[in-house]
């Protein structure tokens, strides 16, 4: 049975072209339509069930990437964005940046950051550096874990009181 889709009052679309609209947006969540005549107007006939996005499958924070720059979302709490900024983070605005799930929400206004509420009244920022920096970051991080692992494979000459011996493969 094939459902119809008419105003928010449940009359008519008063044109045909206020109708397809209306088709366009239902198709941005998946829910296949065709404009028929309904009485004095138009409605949506639905022809397809939208596609079931089954939970947590759901990435309303992903966005395209962009060449030669590494993004993320960073939330906007205490001095966070701040702190990214002075790492030479940017934050990203675009007249218009669509999101990767329909459902994301509306694409940010021109001269407005790109942000998306992700919970608790916290909005996530999408921010962007640039990949040599971003990559020069990960090689200072891998560094201290190389560091900090070498500490742990000391074996019982190495430490005063140690005993036993710690191995790590790698791999």
Same mark, same amino acid.
């Given at each position: 049975?094939?459902? *119809? ?6 009359? #008519?679309? $008063?044109?045909?072209?206020a109708?397809?609209?209306? /088709?366009? /947006? ?7 339509? $065709?404009?028929v005549?309904?009485?004095e ?8 069930? @939208? ?12 966005? @395209?990437?962009? $060449? ?29 940046? #669509?999101?990767?799930? #329909?459902?994301? !929400? ?6 407005? @950051?790109v942000? =998306? ?5 916290? =909005? !996530?920022?999408?921010?962007? *550096? @640039? *990949?040599? +920096? +971003? ?10 874990? =190389? ?23 790698? !791999?």
């Open positions: 049975m094939s459902e *119809i889709i008419r105003t928010k009052d449940g009359k #008519p679309f $008063e044109t045909e072209k109708a397809i609209m209306r /088709q366009g /947006q239902l198709s941005k969540t998946g829910t296949v339509t $065709e404009v005549e309904d009485g107007g138009w409605a949506l006939k639905a022809t397809k069930r @939208p596609k079931r996005v089954p939970l947590g499958t759901r990435n309303v924070l992903r966005y @395209p990437k962009r $060449e030669g720059y590494h993004r993320r979302v960073v939330n906007d709490v205490e001095d966070r964005v701040q702190r990214f900024q002075d790492a030479g983070y940017e934050i990203v605005q675009k007249e218009s940046l #669509p999101s990767g799930d #329909p459902r994301a !929400g509306e694409a940010s206004q021109m001269g407005m @950051p942000a =998306k509420s992700v919970g608790n009244g916290v =909005k !996530g920022v999408l921010m962007e *550096i @640039p *990949i040599e +920096y +971003y990559e020069e970051d990960q090689q200072a991080k891998q560094e201290k874990i =190389k560091a900090a692992e070498a500490a742990m494979k000391q074996t019982k000459g190495g430490v005063e009181g140690g005993y036993g011996d710690l191995n790590f493969g790698t !791999g």
